[in-house]
Each structure stands twice: as C-alpha cells, then as structure tokens.
C-alpha cells in the first residue's frame, strides 16, 4: 500500500537496531495502550532522539504498514546511507583482516537481498556491492528481512561492476561467482582477500561480470532439481569461505 510515508521500517528488532545504530527516528508510531516492554523500551530511546510519538489503534498501523509484520509499532527514519568501495576496503583493513566483499548482480526480490545482508552481516563479510540500476532498492521489507543486519553492515552502490571489479583486483581481491556451470565449490581453494559475485534470480550473474571473475564454483547438489534460492546458496558459499578463512 503506498502510504505517502517514506523509509518507514516496522517491527520491534528493526526498530531497536535502528537505535542502537544511531539512525535517526523522525516518527514513532505505536499500538494504542501497548504493554509490551520492548515497545515501551523503544518509546524512551525514541523520545530522547526528540522523535514524534503517534499512538494508533491496530486498523490504522495495518493501514500503514509495508511488511504486514507490524508487531504495534513502526517508524520512519533517515534515509539509508550506502558507503564507497573504499570505506568497505579501509573497514576490512582497519580490523586488520583481509577483505570479503559480497558483490550482488540485479537481485530483485527484496526478501532474498534482506536474507543475504543478514548474511553477510553474521558470517563476517566486510561489505555488499550492488548496482545502481536493475536492483531492489532498500526498503522496508528489505530491512525486516535483514533483522536489523542492515544496520550493521556496510553497502555501497555502483554504476558498473565489471569496472568495480577491475578496481578491487588491482587492490589484491580476487573473485569466484556461482553459477551451475561452474566447479565443485569443495574443490577451490578460497583463501584470502575474495569477493563472492551473486547473481539475479533467474538469470544469474551476468556474461560480462562472470568473465571478470577468477573462478565459477557451484553447490554439489544430489536432489531432482537443479537450484537453490539465491540467498541459501549465498549463505552456503559464504560459510565455506569462512571455513577455509578462519578454519583451516
């Protein structure tokens, strides 16, 4: 439903993310006669951000809500704020660890770039890569499918990821991209500074961004079908990177 209400997010998790964040809350709106503590504890942390409270009864929040998942209170916030490439290099280096960036080509389904954020987020990788056009933007059913990661996770935007590419590999990454043509995952070695191409739900990564990549892996499957959802496959990837990383 288009509410002429923009960046709004919904639910208690995303909310308390948020805060905890720092994201500025412009507006709160809240279950009328709520008892929930979790509600109430993102009341104070909202008001002492001065941000305006609006009490409503359960019809009104469902009219207002994006996800359906409401949980009796929504809110609007600042807008998102993407980094550079570089903040996410100089971030990987500031922890003193070699990068691990997630380079996403035209996802679209707002539920599966939600997923892989949140992803990324817990398996460590230093940032996500997506591109300017032909690509979910971020929005509120993107950040309740993160659960809140996509506040702690650093993502940029870019024009072309061909050229983006070329860039990290003078900078010492190197890159695998999944594709059911490819290699064995099991069988490549992926230590080091890596970035995992991801590509779109029904196309894949694209011809020009796969030639850029150093490797084409896929997911040994044993099953009747041939394909897995795009973030379950990220996630699969992206722990076998962490594996031989931080494990072996």
Not at 3 to 18: M, P, R, T, V
Not at 26 to 32: G, H, I, Q, S, T
Not at 40 to 60: H, V, Y
Request: aromatic share 6%.
């Amino acid at each position: 439903m288009d509410n002429n209400i923009e960046n709004l997010i919904e639910g208690k998790n995303a909310i308390l993310e948020a805060l905890k964040a720092n994201k500025s809350v412009k507006k709160l709106f809240v279950l009328k006669d709520t008892k929930d503590s979790k509600i109430n504890d993102i009341i104070n942390k909202a008001k002492e951000q001065n941000a305006i409270i609006i009490f409503q009864n359960k019809k009104e929040l469902d009219l207002l809500s994006n996800c359906g998942k409401h949980q009796g209170v929504i809110a609007q916030i600042e807008e998102y704020s993407y980094v550079s490439v570089d903040d996410i290099i100089n971030y990987a280096l500031s922890k003193n660890e070699k990068p691990f960036i997630i380079i996403l080509d035209e996802i679209i389904d707002p539920h599966n770039l939600g997923a892989i954020i949140r992803t990324a987020n817990l398996c460590g990788a230093h940032g996500i890569i997506l591109k300017n056009r032909n690509q979910v933007p971020i929005t509120s059913i993107v950040i309740n499918a993160s659960a809140g990661a996509i506040y702690h996770t650093k993502i940029a935007k870019v024009i072309n990821l061909s050229n983006t590419i070329d860039d990290l590999k003078k900078k010492g990454l190197w890159f695998v991209c999944s594709d059911i043509s490819g290699e064995n995952m099991y069988n490549i070695d992926m230590k080091g500074a890596i970035g995992l191409v991801v590509g779109n739900e029904g196309e894949g990564v694209s011809r020009l961004v796969r030639e850029k990549c150093d490797y084409v892996i896929k997911i040994p499957m044993y099953g009747n079908i041939d394909s897995l959802n795009v973030s379950v496959s990220t996630g699969i990837i992206a722990y076998e990177i962490v594996r031989q990383n931080k494990f072996l």
